[in-house]
């Protein structure tokens, strides 16, 4: 199936990976401005969706597992989420029936920003987290929730430890700087029926 994948994304310039680029590039002031359909803008609705491609490991590339996602880079000039605006390719590879013919189907899922493989951990939480952590430290005060959301090895740790991280040096720094200010945080990992406190 890497022809077919290949010929398809050839096919496809949006599909092409840029060197150092995200398919889901935000200005640091994010969408404030970015005015979506029903009125709100993207950083006033309840839910926005972020997907992140993780790369292929080289022990899945050594058992002859291949890439099967592709990131939409948005138009030229286009913003994250806009008309020409970020998803999620999944090549989905399969057998016909008779078990010789191979089949390859293409599924376009939109998002409000989808994040490619060479993303930097900073890139993420800029895009991701930081409009949340600025959300929630309004001087009125605020509640925010990221919550991820994949099947096991996908990424999600790695990710959320990042976040974490970075969100802290945000909300603590360590020059004193901010304002004082009282901070509750949860940090919880849901599996199956049970929920399990990470702090």
């Given at each position: 199936?890497?022809?077919?994948?290949?010929?398809?994304?050839?096919?496809?310039?949006?599909?092409?990976?840029?060197?150092?680029?995200?398919?889901?590039?935000?200005?640091?002031?994010?969408?404030?401005?970015?005015?979506?359909?029903?009125?709100?803008?993207?950083?006033?609705?309840?839910?926005?969706?972020?997907?992140?491609?993780?790369?292929?490991?080289?022990?899945?590339?050594?058992?002859?597992?291949?890439?099967?996602?592709?990131?939409v880079v948005?138009?030229?000039?286009?913003?994250?989420?806009?008309?020409?605006?970020?998803?999620?390719?999944?090549?989905?590879?399969?057998?016909?029936?008779?078990?010789?013919?191979?089949?390859?189907?293409?599924?376009?899922?939109?998002?409000?920003?989808?994040?490619?493989?060479?993303?930097?951990?900073?890139?993420?939480?800029?895009?991701?987290?930081?409009?949340?952590?600025?959300?929630?430290?309004?001087?009125?005060g605020g509640?925010?929730?990221?919550?991820?959301?994949?099947?096991?090895?996908?990424?999600?740790?790695?990710?959320?430890?990042?976040?974490?991280?970075?969100?802290?040096?945000?909300?603590?720094?360590?020059?004193?700087?901010?304002?004082?200010?009282?901070?509750?945080?949860?940090?919880?990992?849901?599996?199956?029926?049970?929920?399990?406190?990470?702090?």
């Open positions: 199936f890497v022809g077919p994948i290949a010929a398809y994304r050839d096919r496809h310039p949006s599909l092409q990976s840029r060197p150092g680029g995200m398919g889901a590039a935000l200005d640091d002031d994010e969408s404030d401005d970015d005015t979506r359909a029903g009125g709100a803008s993207a950083s006033q609705r309840a839910v926005r969706v972020f997907v992140r491609k993780r790369p292929l490991f080289e022990y899945e590339a050594a058992r002859g597992e291949y890439n099967v996602i592709s990131i948005p138009r030229a000039g286009g913003r994250n989420g806009d008309g020409g605006g970020a998803r999620v390719v999944v090549h989905n590879c399969v057998m016909h029936a008779d078990m010789k013919r191979m089949y390859h189907h293409a599924l376009w899922f939109p998002c409000d920003v989808a994040i490619d493989e060479s993303a930097s951990e900073d890139d993420v939480y800029r895009l991701c987290a930081a409009p949340l952590v600025r959300a929630a430290t309004t001087p009125r509640v925010a929730t990221l919550f991820c959301y994949g099947q096991t090895g996908s990424g999600k740790t790695h990710t959320m430890g990042n976040i974490e991280a970075r969100a802290a040096r945000a909300l603590f720094p360590a020059d004193g700087g901010a304002a004082s200010h009282s901070v509750v945080l949860r940090y919880f990992e849901l599996v199956g029926k049970q929920c399990v406190d990470l702090i």
